[in-house]
């Protein structure tokens, strides 16, 4: 069975540049997030789905950062225009259907460089 | 609100030593217990839970924790630990899927 998949692994790119980060959940789990991993502040929650509608975006930094869920099986994280201080790792995750207790299955990740 | 502390940074061990990684939670309410794991340029995978029941919960490779609410502790422990261990080891508490919150992280380093 396929676990989360998140593409690309790896961007750099330019301050400035418009950056796409992609995920697919695991089939037939209803909640989705989006973290973000970094040395100075460890993991941090951006955003959840449930049911591809989105429930908290408190954790997203600012208006440069936004997510979307169009269907079940594909979501996406932009950062436009992206910053030095945006580089970080962002890690994609989702949960089973109708479980609320936490338990996660994570993707590799997407490490994004800003220059 | 709930936090998670992770009292040990970095923790080095030699091969087929024991090991103890220490987590205390805070939180109000009653609260799910999680560790997960990391290893270099992985995602995290989940090594165990504590939803309810028994206090002792045993997780994949070996690894066990027990959940001590008088104390609010849930340490991570393996007898005998091998190479293949160092990783990245993540406590994390939640109420809700929407509330998880990690640790800091505590950098296992088995030496041979």
């Known amino acids: 069975d396929a676990g989360v998949i998140q593409s690309p692994r790896h961007e750099v790119t330019e301050m400035g540049q418009e950056v796409t980060l992609r995920c697919k959940p695991i089939?037939?789990?209803?909640?989705l997030f989006w973290y973000r991993q970094t040395m100075m502040r460890g993991l941090e929650l951006l955003i959840y789905?449930?049911?591809?509608?989105?429930?908290?975006d408190s954790g997203m930094p600012e208006d440069r950062f936004s997510a979307k869920m169009p269907n079940a099986s594909f979501s996406t994280l932009k950062i436009q225009p992206s910053e030095p201080r945006d580089s970080a790792v962002y890690f994609c995750?989702?949960?089973?259907?109708?479980?609320?207790?936490?338990?996660?299955?994570f993707g590799e990740g997407s490490r994004l460089t800003v220059l | 609100a709930q936090s998670v502390t992770q009292l040990d940074s970095q923790v080095p061990v030699f091969e087929e030593a024991p090991v103890e990684l220490r987590c205390n939670y805070s939180?109000?309410?009653?609260?799910?217990l999680f560790w997960y794991v990391q290893y270099p340029n992985q995602g995290l995978q989940l090594l165990l839970k504590y939803l309810s029941g028994s206090t002792l919960v045993k997780g994949i490779n070996g690894f066990e924790a027990e959940f001590n609410k008088s104390q609010t502790s849930f340490h991570l422990r393996k007898p005998s630990v091998h190479i293949s261990d160092t990783a990245e080891y993540f406590c994390a508490v939640s109420r809700s899927a929407r509330q998880l919150t990690f640790g800091s992280g505590t950098q296992l380093t088995v030496l041979p």
């Open positions: 089939s037939g789990h209803n909640s």
């Open positions: 939180s109000s309410v009653s609260v799910y």
């Open positions: 995750a989702s949960g089973p259907g109708g479980s609320n207790t936490g338990e996660l299955f």
């Open positions: 789905f449930n049911n591809n509608v989105p429930i908290d």
